[in-house]
């Protein structure tokens, strides 16, 4: 049984890690090398090795809503993107609220993670760790979670660009970039279009002569601010979940990039990528396509070669005079305080299966937490994986066999390389809602949509048609919170807060838009019923059954 736990970084899947084991009735530690917690989020002027970096503007591209955990909903007036000074608050407020900070040793690094010489008997870890003044001390632990996130790792690809040892001005990866200060009046290339290289080119093109955006591959590019100006995550529903497992995904790919090429023709902008539009995690960035069309940002191929001061591309066009290259070129993944053996690869990605644990241990006491890639925050899906394997650590959770566990991680590479376009440094992609609901029924706290629709229909009709908040794991089982039904009904007051700087009159709802809804919603709602009684003919009679019984 696991009593004592090593929890490896204190950032945002460190923290919920915390909790989950004190809910457990576990003890953990944790270890974290800097001097305050909030990993990622923590701005620093000077990016430390090995540790992940951030620039002074950023901002998350995820909702707060949904960015938030499950039982501690983000102050109504923060915004509803916010800036990491935010983030970082919240974080702090959080571990205050739970007092998680009494189990942090800050400025303890750990150096390595070895099992005991009696692990086939008592799954324990020795734990190396070193604090400011260098000394080191040894720590006996019954499980680990590694929770040292994967942006910690610049990939430099210097050998993909010939020429770049003949460069004349400034080159660097978008990790040690901080702010526009040197760009001012600068000949500017960013190479790489994920969401670090639209925001660095955007921010440069207000301060640089020109900035080029230089991408292989192109990318879907849409907007924080969706229709009537709400958040885009505001639309990711259950609904739109059970459509998407209803129609085909062609049909969806279609729609999707309809909508956006009717906001901005991706072809004409320079954009549209190879892959389809659900293939990938789309670059979130408001900005990039007024950019492009005013001049500040011109697209461009891959580039090909780079000869002193000039950049040639693929296409056999040359820029000259560049003062400057930023590598926007993502991050590779390692774990070196890790023992070989504790790593199961399956093709170019670590296997794990849950995508938590690896599945060649003799005993599961090591997870990795946040490691994982979606369309989604990362943050709920760290807590929904940390609630997990604290279940597995205590015991509440019964694993298969290594044999299955492994069959399940390959089973789960084959989808990911079959659904996704995904490479050596995103190895993991899954799909959000599916991902928290395939964790969540295992631990038991799946919100069941049939039962809410016959006892509590007025919160159906917001889990159904809502976001798919955090909240909703905290309705029933294990875990449950008194306060998440208010917390999903109130999660829209918390939207339109921030944006009240100027009181209006009331706006009278529409009658006919409700109508609308709730005709969509038995239609769904039948398909689903149909869905379920097709895959599972029992599902629908055995939850009729227990209703049955709880109203008599």
Same mark, same amino acid.
């Given at each position: 049984?696991?009593?004592?736990?090593?929890?490896?970084?204190?950032?945002?899947?460190?923290?919920?890690?915390?909790?989950? *084991?004190?809910?457990?009735?576990?003890?953990?530690? *944790?270890?974290?090398?800097?001097?305050?917690? &909030?990993?990622?989020?923590?701005?620093?002027?000077?990016?430390?090795?090995?540790?992940?970096?951030?620039?002074?503007?950023?901002?998350?591209?995820?909702?707060?809503?949904?960015?938030?955990?499950?039982?501690?909903?983000?102050? $109504?007036?923060?915004?509803?993107?916010?800036?990491?000074?935010?983030?970082?608050?919240?974080?702090?407020?959080?571990?205050?609220?739970?007092?998680? !900070?009494?189990?942090?040793?800050?400025?303890?690094?750990?150096?390595?993670?070895?099992?005991?010489?009696?692990?086939?008997?008592?799954?324990?870890?020795? /734990?190396?760790?070193?604090?400011?003044?260098?000394?080191?001390?040894?720590?006996?632990?019954?499980?680990?979670? *590694? *929770?040292?996130?994967?942006?910690?790792?610049?990939?430099?690809?210097?050998?993909?660009?010939?020429?770049?040892?003949?460069?004349? @001005?400034?080159?660097?990866?978008?990790?040690?970039?901080?702010?526009?200060?040197?760009?001012?009046?600068?000949?500017?290339?960013?190479?790489?279009?994920? =969401?670090?290289?639209?925001?660095?080119?955007?921010?440069?093109?207000?301060?640089?002569?020109?900035?080029?955006?230089?991408?292989?591959?192109?990318?879907?590019?849409?907007?924080?601010?969706?229709?009537? @100006?709400?958040?885009?995550?505001? %639309?990711?529903?259950? %609904?739109?979940?059970?459509?998407?497992?209803?129609?085909?995904?062609?049909? %969806?790919?279609?729609?999707?990039?309809?909508?956006?090429?009717?906001?901005?023709?991706?072809?004409?902008?320079? !954009?549209?990528?190879?892959?389809?539009? #659900?293939?990938?995690?789309?670059?979130? =960035?408001?900005?990039?396509?007024?950019?492009?069309?005013?001049? &500040?940002?011109?697209?461009?191929?891959?580039?090909?070669?780079?000869? &002193?001061?000039? /950049?040639?591309?693929?296409?056999?066009?040359?820029?000259?005079?560049?003062?400057?290259?930023? #590598? $926007?070129?993502?991050? =590779?993944?390692?774990?070196?305080?890790?023992?070989?053996?504790?790593?199961?690869?399956?093709?170019?990605?670590?296997?794990?299966?849950?995508?938590?644990?690896?599945?060649? !241990?003799?005993?599961?006491?090591?997870?990795?937490?946040?490691?994982?890639?979606?369309?989604?925050?990362?943050?709920?899906?760290?807590?929904?994986?940390?609630?997990?394997?604290?279940?597995?650590?205590?015991?509440?959770?019964?694993?298969?066999?290594?044999?299955?566990?492994?069959?399940?991680?390959?089973?789960?590479?084959?989808?990911?390389?079959?659904?996704?376009?995904?490479?050596?440094?995103?190895?993991?992609?899954?799909?959000?809602?599916?991902?928290?609901?395939?964790?969540?029924?295992?631990?038991?706290?799946?919100?069941?949509?049939?039962?809410?629709?016959?006892?509590?229909?007025?919160?159906?009709?917001?889990?159904?048609?809502?976001?798919?908040?955090?909240?909703?794991?905290?309705?029933?089982?294990?875990?449950?919170?008194?306060?998440?039904?208010?917390?999903?009904?109130?999660?829209?007051?918390?939207?339109?807060?921030?944006?009240?700087?100027?009181?209006?009159?009331?706006?009278?709802?529409?009658?006919?838009?409700?109508?609308?809804?709730?005709?969509?919603?038995?239609?769904?709602?039948?398909?689903?019923?149909?869905?379920?009684?097709?895959?599972?003919?029992?599902?629908?009679?055995?939850?009729?059954?227990?209703?049955?019984?709880?109203?008599?």
């Amino acid at each position: 049984m696991v009593h004592t736990v090593a929890v490896i970084g204190a950032g945002p899947s460190g923290l919920t890690s915390i909790k989950a *084991c004190l809910d457990e009735g576990m003890v953990p530690t *944790c270890f974290e090398s800097s001097d305050d917690m &909030g990993g990622l989020w923590k701005f620093k002027e000077v990016s430390e090795p090995n540790r992940a970096s951030i620039y002074r503007s950023l901002t998350i591209n995820i909702w707060k809503e949904m960015m938030c955990y499950s039982d501690f909903p983000i102050p $109504a007036d923060y915004p509803n993107y916010m800036h990491h000074s935010k983030i970082l608050k919240y974080f702090r407020m959080y571990a205050e609220h739970f007092k998680l !900070l009494q189990h942090i040793r800050f400025q303890t690094s750990v150096k390595s993670v070895r099992q005991r010489p009696d692990f086939s008997r008592s799954g324990q870890w020795e /734990v190396v760790t070193e604090n400011k003044d260098g000394q080191e001390e040894r720590h006996v632990f019954d499980a680990v979670i *590694c *929770c040292s996130g994967h942006f910690n790792y610049p990939n430099l690809p210097l050998k993909d660009f010939p020429g770049i040892e003949t460069f004349e @001005g400034k080159y660097f990866h978008s990790w040690d970039y901080k702010g526009p200060e040197d760009m001012y009046g600068k000949r500017v290339v960013v190479i790489g279009i994920g =969401n670090s290289g639209g925001d660095i080119a955007v921010e440069g093109s207000r301060v640089a002569e020109e900035v080029y955006l230089s991408t292989r591959s192109g990318a879907w590019v849409i907007r924080q601010v969706s229709d009537n @100006g709400l958040p885009v995550d505001r %639309f990711n529903t259950r %609904f739109f979940h059970i459509m998407l497992k209803l129609l085909p995904m062609s049909f %969806f790919n279609w729609l999707g990039e309809k909508k956006l090429n009717s906001m901005y023709d991706h072809a004409m902008y320079g !954009l549209k990528p190879k892959h389809r539009f #659900f293939s990938q995690i789309p670059v979130i =960035n408001d900005d990039l396509p007024f950019k492009i069309l005013s001049g &500040g940002v011109i697209v461009k191929p891959n580039v090909k070669e780079i000869r &002193g001061s000039s /950049v040639v591309f693929d296409d056999g066009s040359m820029v000259e005079n560049v003062d400057m290259i930023v #590598f $926007a070129t993502g991050y =590779n993944y390692d774990f070196p305080y890790l023992p070989n053996n504790a790593i199961y690869k399956s093709g170019h990605r670590v296997g794990l299966y849950k995508l938590v644990l690896p599945p060649n !241990l003799e005993h599961p006491t090591l997870a990795i937490v946040g490691f994982i890639h979606s369309d989604g925050a990362i943050m709920p899906q760290a807590e929904m994986q940390a609630r997990w394997v604290a279940r597995v650590f205590k015991g509440h959770k019964k694993l298969p066999s290594n044999q299955a566990m492994i069959k399940a991680v390959e089973k789960d590479t084959k989808a990911i390389e079959k659904n996704y376009v995904v490479s050596k440094l995103t190895p993991i992609q899954v799909d959000f809602v599916e991902y928290m609901d395939n964790l969540a029924m295992d631990i038991g706290v799946q919100p069941s949509l049939l039962w809410l629709f016959f006892t509590d229909f007025p919160l159906f009709w917001r889990v159904f048609w809502g976001p798919v908040t955090a909240y909703q794991y905290r309705l029933m089982g294990p875990g449950k919170w008194k306060g998440a039904r208010r917390a999903i009904f109130t999660q829209f007051d918390r939207m339109y807060q921030p944006l009240k700087t100027r009181q209006l009159d009331p706006q009278q709802s529409s009658t006919t838009g409700r109508l609308i809804k709730l005709s969509l919603t038995l239609t769904a709602g039948g398909a689903a019923l149909y869905y379920v009684h097709v895959h599972n003919p029992t599902t629908i009679p055995n939850l009729l059954s227990k209703f049955h019984l709880q109203t008599v």
